[in-house]
């Protein structure tokens, strides 16, 4: 029963962090190596809600809107002159997350901050004891999930971004204004990427390297998931019962290695990963 | 003009001589600290440079050593081993002190001690660490594994009846280094080690380690993980999951779990230095800082009392050698002591130092209550080749 629980939370979280990258990663198939450095910055939102005693709920808002700002002058500065050229985007982004791990270093302090979490405890679920927060995480994954689903395939706004995704010239053909797409989907895979920070502060510490130790599972993830949601949640699902399982009755020291090992031996074996079904 | 400017031209130099003679007799005794005023230990070398400044300061008020000036000369090492190998090469070669006195990391020691050699410096490390490093130039005055485990197994078995042990860490030299110890002095006291797990040092996803702790139930727990964010991961996860076994945290220090909060509540910690020991040399200590450093004052640590009383230590050793020869001062420095805030130490033990040790609670309001001091915990034989 503890094993499923530990599944289930370990997809989740993955899910929640990888979901900001994927989006940006989707739609304009730039791999935004700042994404380590954005969950920082969402971990150092909570932080300053917890400084000014503000309601630890509050957290999540405002790492959202944090990383939409920022991620608003990023692509207008930095990304936008790049999208012909997306190897020199990753040197870019990764520049940039190198930029803004200092400037947290500047204003924060290298040493390991505290943050209230907006529930404690534990929740008692078939008769076992387990972390609230962890449990807590589900139904926010799945809703994050329901929101972006709905977003892509429910919207206008969805339509218009799977045009630019499918074929960007044709796309501007019909009218569509793809600049604008893209500047809305970047900030928007931001804003997720800080709300992940904020999510996540109740189990990691924060401190300046604290979304480093997530960026490489998940770049993996997204590599290996292509670009639907669907799809993402599939990964998530399969490789975070992968490295549960070989955490728990392997070794956690081989866990580590566990997504990214998969994630080559996946796309070796089938290089479109789990996009397309 | 000319013979007026040859005449004062030898005046300067014979001013110039002079004075070059006279500061030669009062030359300074160069006390080296290499510190981590960069990188990782940058959050405590603030700390080390304050004691240091305090001790230097005390001893010059009171006359120096052998009535000489005693001048620091701090470098940052950056906290690492290439870091390090620069900075003692400046110490030793360049600003050429006669002791270096001073915390590293277990691998920046390591790049260090071939420089000691070379330059034939004593040396007298700060820091705690795994144990067993030997150098004929080198004193440790700061706890190993032998002393830092049993006050926390010995509390626990006898205290909380604990019979089964956890054992958990991170994958690299202190925490395999530690729990092997540990897992060690446990079985030698009849107890059992009924799991022993280690997570990759940067890795923050504790999850199955702690559901095994949960489904194992031991009597007590007990963790060597890396300091920082590794650290507070476990502690925040473990909190999280609810777990009501008495925890021991080999890794954590006063000032991290002050900060920590409430998830630090109830953790056990077994220190040489804490900040609330009720001894007039600790009391008198703590009130020199303040004096000294008022609102800038970094709290004193396990780290920077060591330092403190490292500098004394070298000034006992000096004075009894009569003179700085290292080679007298390496042999005098193992029969000296000196009554600090940490008690009495004294470098005696195969090089290194039997110390007090605490055990202390974390409080909720962030402090933390001893619960029992052990005196004169032994390190062992650390180095049994040196003389």
């Known amino acids: ?277 | 003009m000319k013979p007026i400017g040859q005449f004062s031209k030898t005046l300067v130099i014979a001013a110039a001589s002079a004075l070059v003679f006279h500061a030669h007799a009062a030359d300074p005794i160069k006390i080296g600290v290499a510190v981590g005023l960069s990188g990782a230990n940058s959050t405590v070398a603030p700390a080390v440079v304050q004691s240091s400044q305090l001790a230097v300061d005390e001893i010059n008020a009171a006359g120096g050593i052998l009535g000489r000036k005693v001048q620091l000369e701090i470098v940052d090492d950056a906290s690492g081993a290439v870091g390090a190998q620069k900075a003692y090469d400046t110490l030793v070669f360049q600003k050429k002190v006669n002791t270096v006195i001073a915390m590293e990391t277990s691998a920046a020691r390591n790049a260090a001690l071939p420089i000691i050699t070379r330059g034939k410096v004593p040396y007298i490390y700060t820091s705690f660490y795994e144990g067993r490093s030997c150098n004929q130039w080198m004193y440790v005055n700061a706890w190993v594994p032998e002393q830092q485990v049993a006050p926390v197994v010995d509390y626990f078995s006898k205290s909380k009846n604990a019979k089964t042990f956890f054992l958990v860490g991170n994958d690299y030299a202190f925490g395999r280094g530690m729990l092997e110890f540990t897992k060690k002095y446990i079985e030698t006291k009849g107890g059992k080690v009924v799991g022993e797990e280690y997570l990759p040092i940067d890795g923050s996803d504790w999850t199955s380690i702690v559901s095994k702790i949960r489904s194992v139930k031991p009597d007590a727990l007990i963790s060597a993980t890396a300091g920082g964010a590794p650290n507070v991961s476990l502690a925040k996860q473990l909190k999280g999951a609810g777990l009501g076994v008495p925890y021991g945290n080999l890794a954590i220090d006063e000032g991290t779990a002050k900060t920590m909060g409430d998830v630090a509540t109830g953790m056990y910690l077994s220190a040489s230095y804490l900040g609330n020991i009720d001894t007039p040399e600790n009391n008198k200590f703590k009130d020199s800082m303040k004096t000294k450093f008022g609102a800038d004052l970094k709290t004193p640590n396990e780290l920077s009392v060591p330092q403190y009383e490292g500098i004394y230590l070298y000034k006992a050793a000096v004075e009894k050698a009569g003179s700085v020869d290292p080679v007298k001062v390496i042999k005098a420095l193992g029969e000296v002591s000196f009554n600090g805030p940490r008690g009495v130490v004294q470098m005696n033990k195969s090089r290194h130092t039997p110390l007090s040790m605490r055990l202390g609670e974390v409080q909720a309001d962030g402090t933390i209550k001893i619960l029992e001091t052990f005196t004169k915990v032994d390190p062992g034989e650390q180095c049994p080749n040196i003389k």
């Open chain 1, 1 to 277: 029963m503890i094993l499923f629980l530990d599944i289930l939370t370990t997809v989740a979280i993955l899910f929640v962090v990888t979901a900001g990258l994927m989006m940006i990663f989707g739609v304009m198939k730039i791999v935004n190596f700042a994404h380590g450095a954005l969950l920082t910055v969402g971990g150092y939102a909570a932080y300053v809600v917890t400084q000014l005693k503000l309601d630890p709920w509050l957290s999540w808002p405002l790492a959202l809107v944090t990383g939409m700002l920022a991620g608003m002058v990023v692509e207008s500065l930095i990304v936008r002159p790049l999208y012909k050229r997306p190897l020199d985007a990753i040197l870019a982004t990764w520049g940039l997350g190198i930029v803004m791990g200092q400037l947290i270093v500047i204003a924060f302090g290298r040493e390991v901050q505290f943050v209230d979490a907006p529930i404690k405890g534990t929740w008692s679920i078939f008769g076992v004891d387990y972390s609230a927060y962890r449990l807590l995480l589900i139904p926010v994954a799945c809703g994050l999930w329901a929101t972006m689903t709905g977003l892509l395939n429910g919207t206008r706004f969805g339509v218009k971004t799977r045009a630019v995704i499918m074929n960007e010239d044709l796309a501007r053909g019909l009218g569509i204004h793809s600049g604008r797409i893209r500047f809305i989907t970047f900030s928007f895979g931001t804003g997720l990427g800080t709300l992940a920070g904020a999510l996540i502060t109740p189990l990691s510490s924060v401190d300046p390297n604290m979304g480093l130790n997530w960026l490489v599972s998940a770049f993996m993830l997204v590599m290996v998931s292509g670009h639907s949601m669907a799809s993402l949640l599939v990964t998530c699902l399969v490789f975070g019962t992968f490295q549960v399982l070989v955490n728990t009755f392997v070794s956690p020291v081989l866990g580590g290695l566990a997504i990214a090992v998969l994630a080559a031996f996946t796309l070796r074996m089938r290089p479109k990963g789990f996009a397309n079904g």
